[in-house]
C-alpha cells in the first residue's frame, strides 16, 4: 500500500532544474495626464513641424519654378539667398557683441569693488594656514617625541655597549 521512498543523493542540488524566464508586461498608462500629453505631442510638436517642413519644401518648389523658367533672374536669386544666410549670422553676431559689452561693464564694475575685498579674503586664508599649521604639528608632535625618547635611549645604549 506505502509506495516506496526515494532517497534523494546528497548532490541532489545539481541535478537539472527548469528555469522559466518572466515575461514582465509594462502597465499601459490609461491616465487622463497621458492622454493629454499625447493630445499635446501631436498638437505642439509633429504638427508644426510637419507644417514648417511642409512650408520650406513649397518654397523651394517655388524658387526652382520662378528661377529656371522662362525669364528667371538666377543673379537675384543669388543674392536673395546670400541674404537669407547673412542675416541670421549678422543676428547672431550682433547677440555676441552684445553679451561681451555686458561682461566688459560687469567685469568693470567688479574690479573696482574687488581689491577690497580680496584683502579681506587674503586676511582669512592667512588665519586659516596659522590654524592648518598648528593643527599639524599637533597631531605630529606625539610622534616625534616618541621618536626623540627612542633616538636617546638608543644612543645611550649604544654608548655602552661599545
Known sequence: PDAPRRIK?????????????????????????????????????????????????????????????????????????????????MIAGLLILV????????LARALSGLPHYTGVAQDYVFKARGYILRGANLAVKPILVVEGFLDNFRAFFGRITS
Open 99 to 106: 553679451i561681451l559689452i555686458g561682461l566688459i561693464y560687469l
Open 9 to 89: 543523493p546528497p548532490w541532489g542540488f545539481l541535478i537539472h532544474a527548469k528555469i522559466r524566464p518572466m515575461k514582465p508586461r509594462l502597465p499601459q498608462p490609461t491616465h487622463y495626464s497621458y492622454e493629454m500629453h499625447r493630445r499635446q505631442v501631436l498638437g505642439q510638436i509633429i504638427f508644426p513641424v510637419v507644417f514648417a517642413a511642409l512650408v520650406v519644401i513649397g518654397l523651394i518648389v517655388l524658387i526652382n519654378l520662378s528661377t529656371f523658367n522662362q525669364g528667371g533672374d538666377v543673379g537675384r536669386w543669388a543674392a536673395i539667398s546670400t541674404m537669407w544666410i547673412v542675416i541670421p549670422l
